[in-house]
């Protein structure tokens, strides 16, 4: 029973956008909504004062095959022909200059006050990369560093929620034609340090990325997962 | 997310005219966080994607359908993707036990008078408003909207009558529309 009195009515459309109500009541207001224009703005009224809840999350990075998805589900003919494999490459290729706006910039301007970071006296820092969300430019997530002695040390800046049944796989691409070589899980938050052996010979330009793997790591050579973070090694001393 | 500057409305109508630039637009804008809140929903990356997926097709099929005289654009997108969220679950059957203690954190952050007064002008105040309602009546919506869970499946969670559940939602929901409209 749907009742008549605006307030009521207006609650009970609140339970229905909450998805509270059993399927018979709900049934029962869909058909009100579908039926009455008052109801359709209450409805949307209410969806529109939640969209405050759901701007209290985190945005998620979606993968790059969703769009990919979404293109071939609406049959736009433009890019059905591009395999997964493609778009990854597209990935790799197109990350252009956003590595180094603002954001990274100040990151790298800070990281050179920091004690231990650029100290001359043991071993000193020859590259950095600071890995960022795809697209972003201002939102550093996690900063490799790679000392003159060979060894890495990947820190993380932020704490991502990563669901309980994916690992965090860290990866190196020096050229695309070899592809990327896995450096391993890594818990989400906490970072790491390699030995020089682990990571072998690193260059200006090379890229390092975190993708979102099934648990355990990816079943395959290669990262089968969105990114969540990538950036390229920036030469910051030469000795 | 500058979703106080992006026209939803006109990106929709865009999207009705088959305009495709202007759904890559939207799904540039809004694909994050459209999958921040169904990953929340649904608990599962995979399953997440799908939903919004799912959800974004129907965006640009149903999109003749929106009407701006009837509300926002942005909310009309979300309710797609809630939709679809909720029959994911619905679905599912079992319920998955899971961490609830963040939802709290939502509200409660207690907001600066400033922020408070900038949030009553663009008419964002739902939160100053939760968290005037006390918890009993505050928590089993908080629960609906980010576990995606019925008034049942909130009695079961929260070991509470469920004409006691049902209760407190409505009086919560009827005082939050007293607060809204001031």
């Known amino acids: 029973m749907i009742p008549h009195a605006p307030e009521p009515r ?4 609140g339970e229905y956008v909450l998805g509270l109500l059993n399927e018979p009541e709900a049934k029962e207001v869909r058909g009100l909504i579908a ?22 999350l985190p ?17 736009w003919s433009a890019t059905t022909s591009s395999a997964p494999d493609k778009e990854r490459e597209r990935w790799w290729h197109s ?6 706006t603002s954001g ?6 800070l990281l050179g006050w920091l004690p231990g970071v650029w100290n001359n006296q043991v071993v000193t820092a020859s590259y950095t990369a600071v890995l960022q969300q795809p697209g972003e430019s201002a939102k550093p997530g996690w900063v490799v560093t790679i000392y003159s002695d060979g060894a890495l040390n990947l820190k993380s800046l932020i704490t991502d929620q990563i669901p309980a049944d994916r690992s965090v796989q860290f990866w190196t691409l020096v050229d695309p034609v070899d592809g990327p070589r896995s450096l391993g899980l890594i818990d989400p938050g906490e970072g790491t340090t390699l030995s020089a052996e682990q990571i072998g010979a690193v260059e200006a330009g090379q890229l390092f990325e975190l993708t979102l793997e099934p648990i355990g790591g990816s079943p395959l050579e290669k990262p089968t997962g969105p990114v969540l973070y990538i950036g390229r090694a920036v ?5 | 997310m500058e979703h106080n500057t992006f ?13 495709q630039e202007a759904f890559k637009r939207l799904y540039q804008q809004e694909s994050g966080q459209l999958l921040g809140l169904a990953i929340t929903l649904l608990g599962r990356r995979d399953q997440a994607e799908d939903c919004v997926h799912d959800a974004l097709v129907k965006v640009w099929s149903n999109a003749h359908r929106f009407d701006r005289t009837l509300g926002q654009g942005r909310a009309w997108i979300y309710s797609i993707l ?3 969220a909720l029959n994911q679950l619905r679905n599912r059957g079992r319920l998955v036990q899971t961490d609830d203690r963040f939802i709290e954190n939502m509200v409660d952050d207690s907001p600066q008078a400033e922020q408070q007064a900038s949030d009553r002008s663009d008419g964002r105040q739902l939160r100053r408003c939760l968290s005037e309602l006390e918890r009993p009546r505050r928590h089993p919506i908080l629960l609906a909207f980010y576990r995606g869970l019925t008034h049942e499946q909130i009695a079961d969670r929260l070991t509470t009558p469920l004409g006691t559940i049902k209760g407190r939602i409505r009086a919560g929901l009827r005082a939050l529309q007293e607060c809204l409209q001031k």
């Open chain 1, 10 to 13: 207006r609650a009970l459309i």
């Open chain 1, 35 to 56: 039926a009455d224009r008052e109801a359709a703005q209450m409805a949307l009224e209410w969806e529109a004062h939640l969209l405050e809840l759901a701007d209290q």
């Open chain 1, 59 to 75: 945005p998620q990075l979606p993968s790059a095959y969703l769009w990919e998805r979404i293109q071939q589900s609406l049959r």
């Open chain 1, 95 to 100: 990350l252009g200059l956003w590595r180094l």
């Open chain 1, 104 to 109: 990274a910039l100040a990151l790298l301007v």
């Open chain 1, 235 to 239: 030469l910051i001393a030469s000795n």
């Open chain 2, 7 to 19: 026209d939803y409305e006109g990106t929709l109508e865009a999207c009705a005219r088959a305009d």
């Open chain 2, 82 to 84: 809630r939709y679809r």
